[in-house]
């Protein structure tokens, strides 16, 4: 200490044998330390065999658990085209707003920043949170607007709502608008169909639910997986043309209008095959937004509604009487004296005629001479004419709600129902079973089923099921068929009721019809209110379309021949242009020839 | 050891960029589908015809300004001889 330095010690023996305790010492350590590492390391071992093996199924659970997700994918359903697979009904994108009432904390602020936002009452967005207060989950607002929805993001993020949020579903579009819209139908807030062939076809259209489970994250994010997200309903495959559906609608708009009906029906179909190309009534609804509409202006009247067909009954009883032979087509009527009295019941003609020919009666549809048919052929027989035609069934379209029509057996007939049902009354018939009756003088004879879906195709474009045309019965014979039609033809040449549906170029045969309709307050037939309608086929030798327009209560005029027969006639005019049926006499047809 | 952890992180990265991916395919689509009703809401007839109509000052034709041109092919022409047999 007192001079600072180190004494250095001389080199010893003794010295050697402290550098052997301290190695042995060190030795000594080392095993202990690699006997516990060794120990560790035989305890890490045995666990991974116990992690691996033993407790594998229990552990790779959890696990699967914590990274795999599971959804439920709810299908979409499937698209509708027409006859030329113009879309009209698709699917797009939309979402819907849910709160967790539970976790609100102030119902009224929350109310009033969030009816701002959706352009709800505040009022009732109160009360629907406080009366569910208790609930884990509820829906505010279903498939709102993208802008809506944006809106609704930037208030969540401006007050941190965490009790608020979207859920991304699809929504029915229909993107024809109203074209078609009674065909189609809709479908209520969770894609179900509730109406048309929405409904019908619901079944296939909606798809299977599929289950999926994908690789996440701890984040919740979404990792690659192989699996197919997609879920689609079947398609189908309309019958109905959009531009011959929008004429129609179109026609039958601008004729309520002019003559200030109550509504209007049309409907246009194939005589050969009972394809529906067009069915339309007016007035009319936005599928899209079905619940602005009342009931009844959603209601498909060609279907739906029953009619007193007046006249246009006329070509089934000429048809009966030819078939069973109790009349010659020249044979004379004297439909003088102007009416008839039957089970003390006067029945009058419009226009007053001297002697009128079988085919004059048609012609002129005079109720006189239609009495005298009818007596003629029968009470029995004209029934099951009737029946055989189609009335009083339901046509078996693929339509709900179709309605069967009023047709009363023949004991339960009066002693002037075999008159009133010659002229067309004391029965209930639809458009559609007039339109379909026609289509069988049309096509030679055959009654056939009405259709409106052509195919059903599956996601991956194959054919599922396929409607061909159906003939239901042979009603009466092909050179019946061709006499009425010769017939029906003269109704719309001059002399006849409906020379306003004459369509230069092209044959018409057709049939008026003017009904009173029955006014149950006073027991009889109103003079004021009329249902007008014409029905025929074009080109009446060849026929490509047959057609049925019915115009309810027109204010205006009452004459089938001149409410109806004119929409007749613009209808099939376009139509025929649209198909490109040339005018019979070649007069627009332009030959190139090619040498 | 080093590579195995290395591939492990590679192949978590491209699960990640995939189901990103995946997902923005499924907005895509959806934004597709939105397009396609909307173009097909205007290919409607009704909408069609009405720009026709009254922005353009189109008509609807009449049934006999409709001409229908059909293309035929001529007979082949008449043939004959003016060699003599022998």
Redesign the interface.
């Known amino acids: 200490m007192g001079t600072g330095r180190r004494r250095l010690s001389p080199m010893k023996l003794w010295d050697h044998d402290r550098t052997q305790v301290r190695l042995e010492k060190i030795k000594r350590r080392a095993i202990v330390v690699f006997t516990v590492l060794f120990f560790c390391m035989g305890i890490m071992v045995f666990r991974l065999i116990d992690l691996a093996i033993f407790e594998h199924d229990r552990l790779a659970g959890i696990a699967e658990k914590q990274i795999k997700g599971q959804k439920d994918i709810k299908p979409q359903r499937g698209i509708i085209w027409d006859r030329k697979m113009?879309?009209m009904a698709?699917?797009?994108?939309a979402e819907s707003v849910y709160v967790v009432p539970s976790r609100v904390e102030n119902i009224q602020v929350f109310s009033k920043r969030l009816s701002r936002v959706l352009r709800v009452s505040a009022k009732n967005l109160s009360y629907k949170l406080k009366s569910k207060r208790e609930k884990q989950f509820l829906w505010i607002e279903r498939k709102i607007d993208p802008e809506t929805a944006d809106r609704l993001r930037d208030m969540m993020k401006r007050y941190r709502y965490r009790y608020i949020g979207l859920i991304?579903e699809t929504k029915r579009?229909y993107?024809?608008?109203?074209?078609g819209a009674h065909i189609i139908g809709f479908t209520n807030v969770d894609n179900v169909g509730i109406a048309g062939i929405e409904m019908v076809y619901d079944r296939y259209l909606r798809g299977e639910k599929k289950s999926i489970t994908f690789?996440k994250?701890a984040r919740n994010?979404?990792?690659?997986?192989e699996i197919d997200?997609s879920a689609t309903g079947n398609n189908l495959l309309l019958t109905i043309d959009?531009?011959i559906?929008?004429i129609v609608e179109?026609e039958l708009s601008e004729a309520v209008e002019k003559w200030e009906a109550k509504a209007a029906s049309a409907i246009m179909m194939n005589p050969f095959t009972g394809e529906i190309l067009a069915m339309a009534n007016y007035p009319s609804f936005d599928p899209n937004e079905p619940g602005k509409y009342p009931p009844e202006q959603r209601r498909n009247r060609a279907v739906t509604d029953i009619y007193e067909p007046g006249s246009t009954i006329k070509a089934i009883l000429a048809a009966g009487a030819l078939e069973e032979g109790v009349v010659e087509l020249d044979e004379e009527f004297d439909v003088s004296k102007g009416y008839i009295v039957v089970g003390g019941k006067a029945i009058r003609d419009v226009h007053k005629h001297e002697f009128l020919t079988f085919q004059e009666v048609i012609q002129k549809s005079s109720n006189v001479g239609a009495v005298q048919i009818g007596m003629r052929l029968g009470a029995e027989k004209y029934y099951s004419y009737l029946r055989a035609f189609g009335f009083g069934e339901k046509t078996g379209i693929d339509y709900p709600g179709e309605a069967r029509g009023i047709l009363r057996s023949v004991d339960k007939w009066s002693g002037t129902s075999l008159a009133a049902l010659s002229i067309g009354q004391e029965i209930g018939v639809t458009p559609l079973q007039v339109l379909r009756a026609y289509a069988v003088i049309a096509n030679g004879g055959l009654l056939m089923r009405p259709y409106i879906v052509s195919d059903i195709i599956s996601p991956d474009g194959r054919i599922i099921k396929s409607t061909r045309p159906k003939v239901i019965r042979r009603v009466i014979s092909p050179s019946t068929a061709e006499t009425v039609r010769e017939i029906l033809k003269t109704v719309v040449e001059e002399g006849g009721t409906a020379t306003k549906a004459y369509?230069?170029?092209n044959l018409v045969a057709g049939k008026t019809g003017t009904a009173q309709v029955f006014d149950p307050e006073t027991g009889r037939y109103s003079r004021k209110r009329h249902i007008s309608s014409f029905v025929g086929f074009v080109p009446a030798d060849n026929p490509r379309i047959a057609l049925i327009v019915v115009i309810f209560e027109p204010q205006k005029g009452s004459f089938g021949g001149v409410v109806a027969a004119p929409v007749f006639r613009n209808i099939v005019?376009?139509t025929?242009?649209y198909l490109?049926v040339?005018?019979e006499d070649e007069?627009?047809?332009?030959?190139?020839?090619?040498? | 050891m080093f590579l195995i952890v290395w591939f492990r992180g590679q192949n978590?990265k491209?699960?990640?960029?995939?189901?990103r991916l995946?997902?923005l395919r499924?907005e895509l689509l959806?934004e597709r589908?939105?397009m396609?009703?909307?173009r097909?809401?205007l290919?409607?007839?009704?909408h069609i015809?009405k720009v026709a109509l009254t922005s353009l000052g189109m008509t609807?034709?009449a049934?006999?300004?409709?001409?229908?041109?059909?293309?035929?092919?001529?007979p082949a022409p008449y043939r004959t001889s003016t060699d003599v047999d022998e």
Request: net charge positive.
């Open positions: 113009r879309q698709t699917n797009v994108d991304k579009y993107p024809k608008g109203r074209t690789k994250d994010n979404r990792m690659y997986s997200w959009e531009y559906q929008h179109r369509i230069k170029g005019e376009q025929l242009t490109n040339p005018q007069r627009n047809q332009i030959i190139l020839v090619r040498r | 978590f491209m699960e990640y960029d995939i189901g995946t997902s499924e959806g589908r939105i396609v009703a909307k097909s809401s290919l409607s007839s009704e015809e609807v034709p049934r006999e300004n409709v001409f229908y041109v059909r293309q035929v092919k001529a």
